[in-house]
């Protein structure tokens, strides 16, 4: 199974970007791990900017992908629990687990629509950078516990 993270617009911040690439690094020695960007859309009004960017990352993704939408109305998991998702959709043969992160002015209702999941990081609102680090921290978390690796609170 390939895990591909898929998000709007590049991480500015270096030193969220250092950690990043780290946990990406760490989940890459569990499964294929493929980060996509799409480029952010340069629109004043928020609806089109909402669409183009929805448009963009919709044309990333295969009609077979699972796709997990990170949403903030989404459904809550512990990180035991994420681990259990994943290790299921591993034993259920989905070729590729996509996560879909939104940029500064969320997801349009269309990329909601595809999800097969929606999945909450948290009720409250984070920096769609954050979000990135956070997803691909509580990936490795979800491997570790899957392969029974020690990971140190």
């Known amino acids: 199974m390939k895990i591909v993270l898929l998000w709007v617009g590049k991480t500015k911040n270096q030193n969220l970007l250092s950690l990043l690439r780290d946990y990406e690094e760490r989940v890459g020695h569990f499964c294929e791990l493929l980060p996509k960007e799409v480029k952010a859309a340069e629109e004043v009004e928020t609806a089109r900017v909402m669409a183009k960017e929805g448009e963009k990352l919709l044309a990333k993704i295969q009609p077979d992908d699972y796709v997990v939408v990170l949403d903030s109305q989404g459904e809550s998991l512990t990180s035991e629990e994420l681990g259990a998702f994943i290790a299921d959709k591993k034993d259920h043969s989905i070729k590729n687990l ?5 940029g500064h002015w969320g997801l349009s209702a269309s ?9 909450s990081l948290s009720r409250m609102t984070l920096s769609h950078e954050m979000t990135r680090l956070i997803l691909v921290e509580q990936i490795y978390r979800a491997f570790a516990w899957i392969h029974h690796v020690p990971y140190h609170k």
């Open 98 to 102: 996509v996560f879909v992160v939104g």
């Open 111 to 119: 990329v909601k629509a595809r999800a097969n999941k929606l999945l």
